[in-house]
């Protein structure tokens, strides 16, 4: 469920100094530059979408910041019917808005089929996606425990939507975060292929994966890339320990 680990020096950031960055950023407006989506993860009923979306309009209270929860989606192409609906119910040229999208776990997934143009819907033009613990490669849990669900089969490293993911070459930018520990998706897989996600070590008593979404250095990284200020992590290299990977 939790665990610790050696400190990250290229996301040198304390809970501490997390705290007082975001006590900066409220009190210094700065707007963001395009509407954000922030997606939610499997069975998240809204949760951690809510609380990031609380935490940017603090800072620019007009910003556009859409939550996207997927709580009651049988699948992947209903997942990314609803994340449509919700931008087009909010632009009339959805195609011609360019979007900052935060992707929580298997909302990260979510925003490349959309941008993918995987299913016939509204095409998410996305300038930068931010995804935290994201089963780039396919969910450790989902092929771990029995698939009753058609979504969680969906999310196996061997399903063909991973496949087609993995083969996917977006025109975006992404920034894959997460919290050593997390076997819900596994650290390997946290990240597209080639890569290494920008990792923490995960607080004492806390979830590893469900929490990400309320870690305030993941919280501050976030507002602080896009507020366009440049964050406080930077490409990664692998924790120095193979335990690391699987605590």
């Known amino acids: ?8 020096p290229d996301f040198a950031l304390t809970h501490q100094s997390a705290k007082a960055e975001l ?6 407006f700065v707007s963001f530059p395009r509407p954000i989506l ?11 979408p809510c609380v990031i979306r609380r935490e940017l309009e603090k800072m620019d209270p007009e910003a556009v910041v859409i939550e996207v929860p997927f709580a009651g989606c049988g699948d992947f192409q209903d997942c990314v019917a609803r994340l449509s609906e919700k931008v087009a119910a909010r632009f009339p040229d959805p195609a011609t808005v360019e979007v900052d999208v935060i992707g929580f776990s298997m909302g990260g997934l979510v925003a ?3 941008a993918r143009r995987e299913y016939e819907t509204v095409p998410l033009r996305i ?4 995804a935290i613990a994201t089963p780039f490669r396919g969910a450790e849990a989902a092929s771990r425990i029995p ?3 058609r979504l969680q089969r969906e999310m196996r490293s061997d399903s063909p939507i991973i496949a087609a ?3 996917f070459e977006p025109d975006f930018e992404i920034i894959s975060y997460v919290r050593l520990g997390d076997r819900t998706i596994g650290f390997e897989n946290a990240a597209p292929d080639g890569k290494t996600p920008r990792w923490l070590p995960t607080r004492a008593f806390q ?5 990400a979404f309320f870690d305030k250095r993941i919280v501050a990284e976030l507002a602080s890339q896009l507020r366009g200020e440049g964050g406080y992590s930077a490409e990664s290299r692998p924790p120095v320990t193979r335990s690391s990977h699987h605590e």
């Open 147 to 149: 698939g009753v669900f």
């Open 127 to 130: 300038r930068r996606l931010y």
């Open 38 to 48: 922030v997606l939610g993860g499997y069975l998240d009923p809204g949760m951690g």
């Open 165 to 167: 993911l993995c083969d």
């Open 112 to 114: 490349q089929l959309a």
């Open 23 to 28: 006590t900066r950023m409220h009190r210094q």
């Open 207 to 211: 979830p590893n994966h469900h929490y």
């Open 1 to 8: 469920m939790s665990g610790t680990g050696p400190e990250n």
